[in-house]
């Protein structure tokens, strides 16, 4: 068992991150998920969650002045390598759990 | 330019998210996709997304995951609220008992208060289907001598203002009336009507859904007539067709071109019951026509009621100069509609059934304010800790409000639940349409809420008092609590008020309970028992007066026929129907009457109708058939005509009397004296009657006195009916105690409710009574151990509980008599058969307090001599 705790959606935030490339902001992180997901992705959720992840310290974020001229800030997030960690723990739990049982889910119902 | 966000929204946005960069950043999110969708989607659109986008923000950060935003400081006012919330949640689950008593409580309460707001949003709030109601007046005839009384405006007068009047615009005049419609090929259905000169759909901002309303020219005297349909009735005769419009039916005989279809918003109150609006010819500078018409019209801009009234009293007094003998004494009354609904007594019931329940949900709130103020007791060491750990004072205050909340969210649920049940219950026990109206829809769904947000400061503003004065030191090093002065101050307080509120409310409820039972017991001055009433509209039949007497005979003798029934024909239902009061003068050898004219009710009645009706015969003889056969020129008076004008009910046979006004003017002689037939709403007191000989017979109202069986009587009366006048339906054919039941429908259903208002208020004071005897009881446990150890009786520790319920009874009392007496006072108009201040009724509302007081506090004190000495001793 690793050291930290990942739900779902906490999981798929991080991936999404390391999906969009270096330093992403989070706006288009957040539109990655919903292209990806195939669901509106709440806003309340998704910052909730970028918090805690970030009181976790599983993720840093930057804040960079926008460039065209508007004058509220943009955050750019980055996953840190304890984020990677939970990542890689909680990949590995999901694929022991997996393994064994991909004939169950290939052969569509017996 | 660029649109802007909502700027509350972003108020909302800003409260939600951290005071930094990320926060900033969240915010720059959300304006950045707000830009990209005006330009994609519009502004108006891009607008409503921006408030779901800060709302969901707001949500998730305040409710759903508040601890993720601990860290920073400046949220933290709505984040500490979700977190009292939650504990109060908490507190609430950890004592079910209590929670489900304060929540009864509270929701009987919220209930009763939601109906009586019912009550008055339908009458108040709602009210006439009229575009603009402060504009929209309704023109009265009032006397002299009773200002009160409102009637109607005689028609020719009517139409006369409406000639004349500047200060008020599309004057119009309406008058409900039984009609028949006959359609080509079906049966011919009894409908009401409203007959109607002027603009009054214009007057009113009536609206049509298919063809046109009624219009200023369609009362012009040689114009065709024409009809518009109620939806109700558009769909139940015509099946909803749009073929309706331009159809041609026969209303009483008249051929009417049906050319419009109104709204369904229209059939309010007694409205509900109109099938059809009809034009009414309005021919002026005729003969005078005497009947009374409703009248009504729209300020015109710049006019007031008060400049209305001025100058329509000044045109009243030129038609009074005119025809002196008709118009003697009569004044004309303007008001706005708005204030016109429900009669001259609505504003006084409505101010005191708002007034009971408002009573009501105070003295739950006094009441679970006490409940919550006795937990607060044991709470102190849970606050101290609080305090201590740095909550300070509004942190404890705001957690008491929290729970508050909660309680009264929960209450607000029931209390919904509750006022829909008591709504049901009504609606079950009067059918009458008038009550119908009364619904619960969204003004009250936001009443509930309202009163849900005031609750929590009500019942928790004692325990947070209460709360706040704690002494920190004491509480913590003794961690015992126990009943502090102030605490106990405080409760008696509260339960003082609870009983002088409902000693109030108890006063009020007594007086209406000996009105009602008054009234009930009050002779109605004939028997309705075991009559059924039924209408035919006999005009409809013949035009020959003979022939109608003829049929009219003929239908009676056929029922008869069928057994042990009799039967007889009025011209009006008496004690039921709207009478009205006609103008008589009494010959010159009689005692003139007081007052410049004399008024009596006239009734016209077949050979067999007293005795149908079982109306005593006190002196002289009835009227025969040849009398109605022969139009002859006798009548009757009731005992009160004859005590008022010939002293004594022997002295009247014999005289004469002149009934009628103007041409209608008749002289007869009195060849019998009656009993009195009252009105159903007797505070009129006895009425003079006149009955005289039905000679021309129009729409009849039958009476049939059965031998039990009243399914029996109906098919006998529909048989004799289709065997003689086919061609007229039968009409109201019912219990006369129905139509009875009908007119005080309204008045029982308010009586029930304050009763019923009363009645909760006893209670909850009873059970607040209870808590705090019990309480204390539990808290002098030790004490009275020490008593009963030292040898007091089991007597003397049941005198000292119950002695200590009494004297908070008796303050209560005298605040409450005092109350109730200046509310009473207030209600005297609407009281019968009782004063306000009857002794009879205070003694009784005393002993009733004193019962409940005793029942209240009679198992505490028997509890507090059963203590056991040793334990308790042992257990402080």
Redesign the interface.
């Not at chain 1, 509220?72 to 955050?75: K, M, Q, T």
């Given at each position: 068992m690793g050291r930290f705790q990942l739900g779902e959606f906490e999981q798929r935030v991080l991936l999404a991150i390391l999906r969009c490339g270096d330093d992403p902001?989070?706006?288009d992180v957040?539109r990655a998920l919903e292209r990806v997901l195939e669901r509106d992705v709440?806003?309340?959720?998704f910052?909730?969650t970028l918090?805690?992840l970030?009181?976790k310290g599983l993720l840093t974020?930057k804040?960079r002045r926008?460039t065209g001229g508007?004058e509220?800030?943009?955050?750019t997030l980055d996953v840190t390598r304890d984020g990677m960690t939970a990542l890689r723990d909680a990949r590995r739990a999901m694929l022991g759990l997996w393994r064994g049982l991909e004939p169950l889910f290939d052969k569509g119902s017996k | 330019m660029m649109p802007t966000p909502p700027r509350r929204a972003q108020a909302l946005l800003a409260r939600a998210v951290p005071d930094d960069a990320a926060g900033l950043s969240i915010v720059g999110d959300i304006d950045q996709e707000f830009a990209d969708r005006c330009a994609r989607d519009g502004p108006r659109s891009a607008r409503w997304w921006y408030w779901r986008a800060a709302f969901s923000v707001w949500w998730w950060s305040a409710w759903r995951h508040p601890s993720a935003s601990h860290h920073h400081p400046s949220g933290g006012a709505l984040f500490d609220i979700a977190g009292d919330v939650r504990h109060a949640v908490r507190v609430v689950r950890k004592t079910p008992g209590q929670t489900l008593l304060i929540v009864a409580t509270l929701s009987l309460a919220i209930g009763v208060t939601t109906i009586g707001f019912a009550f008055a949003d339908t009458v108040f709030l709602r009210g006439l289907p009229i575009a603009d109601p402060d504009r929209a007046v309704i023109v009265y005839s009032v006397t002299a001598r009773e200002p009160d009384r409102r009637s109607g405006v005689y028609f020719s007068d009517a139409l006369e203002f409406a000639a004349r009047a500047r200060s008020i615009e599309r004057l119009s005049t309406w008058t409900q009336a039984r009609a028949t419609l006959r359609r080509p090929g079906r049966e011919p259905v009894a409908i009401t009507t409203s007959r109607v000169t002027g603009d009054l759909f214009g007057a009113w901002g009536l609206r049509t859904q298919l063809g046109r309303g009624l219009r200023a020219g369609d009362d012009a005297p040689g114009a065709p007539r024409v009809g518009v349909l109620t939806d109700r009735f558009w769909r139940e005769l015509f099946g909803a067709s749009p073929a309706a419009i331009g159809e041609t039916v026969i209303v009483s005989g008249v051929p009417h071109e049906i050319v419009g279809v109104l709204t369904p918003d229209v059939e309010f109150a007694t409205f509900a019951e109109i099938a059809l609006w009809v034009s009414r010819p309005a021919p002026r500078g005729g003969p005078l026509d005497l009947a009374p018409v409703v009248m009504t019209g729209q300020l015109a801009p710049g006019a007031t009621v008060e400049s209305a009234s001025a100058e329509l009293r000044t045109l009243a007094q030129t038609l009074e100069a005119d025809h002196p003998d008709t118009h003697r004494g009569r004044q004309v009354l303007v008001l706005q509609a708005s204030r016109a609904m429900g009669g001259p007594n609505i504003y006084l019931v409505m101010t005191l059934l708002i007034g009971a329940a408002g009573l009501v949900m105070v003295i739950a709130s006094v009441n679970v304010a006490g409940v919550l103020l006795a937990r607060s007791v044991s709470r102190q060491r849970e606050f101290g800790l609080r305090m201590a750990l740095g909550a300070g004072k509004t942190g404890v205050f705001r957690q008491l409000v929290a729970e508050g909340l909660v309680l009264a969210s929960l209450a607000a649920a029931g209390g919904l639940a509750a006022a829909a049940a008591g709504l049901r219950l009504i609606h079950a026990v009067e059918a009458e349409a008038v009550l119908r109206q009364i619904v619960i829809d969204w003004h009250e769904i936001l009443f509930i809420i309202a009163l849900a947000a005031i609750t929590p400061l009500l019942v928790s503003l004692a325990p947070a008092l209460s709360a706040l004065r704690l002494n920190l030191v004491a509480v913590l090093n003794t961690g015992s609590p126990r009943a502090g002065g102030a605490h106990g101050r405080a409760r008696q307080t509260l339960v003082i008020a609870q009983l002088a509120l409902a000693v109030m409310l108890t006063v009020v409820g007594s007086l209406v309970a000996r009105t009602a039972s008054a009234l009930i017991a009050a002779p109605l001055g004939f028997d309705p028992a075991n009559v059924v009433t039924f209408v035919l509209a006999l005009d409809q039949h013949t035009p020959d007066m003979a022939a109608r007497r003829q049929t009219m005979r003929q239908i009676g003798e056929r029922i008869e026929a069928a057994g042990r029934m009799t039967v007889g024909a009025l011209d009006v239902y008496p004690a039921v129907a709207v009478e009205l009061a006609t103008r008589i003068a009494v010959d010159a050898a009689a005692p003139r009457p007081e007052g410049p004219a004399a008024n009596a009710l006239v009734v016209s009645i077949d050979h067999r109708a007293l005795e149908t009706l079982a109306v005593p015969l006190l002196a002289g003889r009835g009227i025969g058939a040849t009398d109605v056969d022969t139009d002859a020129a006798i009548g009757l008076v009731s005992a009160e005509l004859a005590r008022r004008h010939f002293g004594a009910p022997a002295a009247a046979i014999g005289r004469r009397l002149a009934v009628g006004i103007g041409e209608a003017q008749r002289v007869r002689q009195i060849v019998g004296v009656t009993g009195d037939v009252r009105d159903v709403e007797r505070e009129r007191g006895d009425q003079p009657r006149v009955w005289v000989p039905l000679s021309s017979p129009q729409r009849v109202a039958f009476v049939v006195r059965t031998g039990g069986d009243p399914a029996a009587a109906a098919a006998a009366i529909r048989a004799a009916a289709r065997a003689i006048a086919p061609d007229v339906p039968v009409e109201s054919l019912e219990p006369y105690q129905a139509a009875i039941d009908r007119r005080t429908g309204g008045d029982r259903v308010m009586m029930g409710m304050l009763i019923a208002f009363s009645a909760v208020a006893l209670f909850f004071a009873a059970t607040g009574l209870y808590g705090i005897v019990a309480l204390s009881v539990n808290l002098r446990r030790a004490e009275f151990g020490t008593r009963v150890a030292l040898g007091a009786q089991m007597r003397d520790v049941i005198g000292m509980v119950i002695g200590q319920a009494f004297r908070l009874l008796a303050v209560g009392l005298a605040f409450g008599v005092a109350g109730g007496l200046l509310a009473a006072n207030a209600m005297r108009r609407l009281l019968y058969g009782v004063t306000p201040a009857d002794p009879v009724n205070l003694l009784s509302v005393v002993g009733l307090l004193a019962m409940v007081t005793l029942a209240a506090s009679l198992a505490p004190a028997i509890r507090a001599a059963r203590v056991d000495v040793m334990q308790s001793l042992r257990s402080d």
């Open positions: 902001p989070a706006a957040r709440s806003r309340g959720a910052y909730t918090e805690r970030e009181s974020w804040i926008l508007g509220l800030p943009e955050r | -």
